[in-house]
């Protein structure tokens, strides 16, 4: 290509980015409007809602449908969750806790869930990421609930039985795994490896194979596994990107993770409801009394109503030994007439039944 024809694109690259800068300006006056009527059109003592999760989820499954290329559907929607996420902070800045510290793959879906532009606040264990919401201190809580490879994750199950907390939205991440090293790591006398229980069992088989003597100390995060190792000479860490990046660590393997499809699904907590998309899922825990065919009957409205059933797990109900609790995820709202008459149905077997909320399927 010679010197001129890349001249010559460039200009037109500059004019363009001219056009998109306007227009993403006018979108932004737009998100300012909204605000405006918002507040105009408020009854006496309501509280505005500026962010509309099931407004958002359309956005961006309509950007994905008119896409044409050559960038990518995902990488589409990306640049348009934070462009949306920079108009929504003109509005009302959302303030989100999550499961920290900083690094952890949490922060890292609740930036794919909300953009970069909020104000975010990490917490040092699952239950109180949930107290951080119900104390009102933040709009949004993000907890990791299932791993692709290691099932569900209870901290955040066992939460949901002691708060009060509508999920209003859900995001799934690929989570690669990496042994990281110091700048300081001795790599050839590393004694032990640090992570969260839940990673070094994703990365359970890798390790038998190439450090099957290395002792594997789970910590409270893998972002503290990143930090601990930093300081330290004989340890490595295993961990993703945004933890090796704040930390300055090195890979010394990459994505170790025994299955080359992990992903974890995260949910993203509040106290508002949202209204319907047509393309949502609701998730419910149910109480049955013990005796026989219980689960069954529980089950059945589900089937004969053709309701497809993403996820069911037990978890043991606190509230009597040997008795357990049923979280429930299905497709479609609780306002859906179809969903309401299983719900009516299932409600009148079941010991107690709650609605922990419905929301938008992951678009991204
Ligand atoms: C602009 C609005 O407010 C917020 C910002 C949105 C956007 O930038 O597209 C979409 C939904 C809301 O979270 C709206 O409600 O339409």
């Known amino acids: 290509m010679s010197e001129q024809e890349l001249k010559a694109l460039r ?22 409007e909204v605000a405006r009527v918002k507040m105009a059109s408020l009854a006496e003592g309501e509280v505005p809602v500026f962010y ?3 407004r958002e989820a359309q956005v961006l499954k309509r950007v994905m449908e008119r896409n044409k290329g050559p960038l990518g559907n995902e990488e589409m929607a990306r640049l348009f969750r934070e462009i949306m996420s920079s108009c929504l902070a003109l509005e009302q800045p959302l303030k989100v806790a999550y499961l920290g510290p900083e690094g952890t793959f949490t922060q890292a879906a609740a930036m794919k869930h909300f953009g970069h532009a909020v104000i975010s606040k990490p917490m040092a264990a699952i239950d109180e990421v949930f107290r951080e919401v119900a104390a009102g ?10 791993n692709s490879t290691e099932g569900a994750v209870n901290h955040t199950l066992d939460s949901f ?6 999920i209003c939205g859900e995001v799934e991440l ?10 300081n790591t001795k790599t050839d006398s590393i004694s032990r490896i640090y992570s ?13 194979a190439h450090y099957p003597n290395v002792e594997r100390i789970a910590v409270s995060s893998n972002a503290e596994a990143a930090k601990r190792v930093k300081g330290e000479w004989n340890s490595a860490a295993i ?6 990046g704040l930390y300055g660590l090195t890979r010394l393997a990459e994505k170790i993770e025994d299955r080359p499809d992990n992903s974890t699904r995260f949910l993203m907590i509040g106290n508002q409801e949202v209204p319907p998309t047509g393309d949502d899922k609701t998730s419910i825990i149910v109480s049955m009394s013990n005796r026989p065919g219980a689960l069954h009957e529980l089950l059945v409205p589900f089937h004969e109503n053709g309701i497809d059933l993403t996820r069911i797990e037990t978890r043991p109900s606190r509230s009597g030994k040997w008795t357990y609790v049923f979280f429930i995820d299905f497709a479609g709202h609780h306002r859906d007439p179809l969903v309401k008459s299983v719900l009516e149905q299932i409600s009148q077997e079941a010991v107690a039944l709650k609605i ?9």
């Not at 037109?12 to 979108?27: A, F, Q, W, Y």
């Not at 922990?356 to 991204?364: D, T």
């Open 196 to 208: 969260h229980a839940q990673s070094l069992a994703q990365c359970r088989k890798w390790l038998d």
């Open 239 to 244: 961990a993703g990107d945004m933890a090796a």
């Open 52 to 54: 509309r999760p099931e």
């Open 356 to 364: 922990l909320g419905s929301y938008p399927k992951a678009v991204l």
């Open 174 to 183: 690929r989570i690669h795994h990496h042994l990281l090293v110091g700048e």
């Open 137 to 146: 201190a933040v709009n949004f809580g993000v907890v990791p609930v299932e």
């Open 11 to 32: 200009v037109r690259i500059d004019n363009l980015d001219e056009k998109v800068l306007e227009l993403i300006s006018e979108r932004a006056r737009c998100a300012q």
């Open 161 to 166: 039985l002691e708060h009060d907390m509508v």
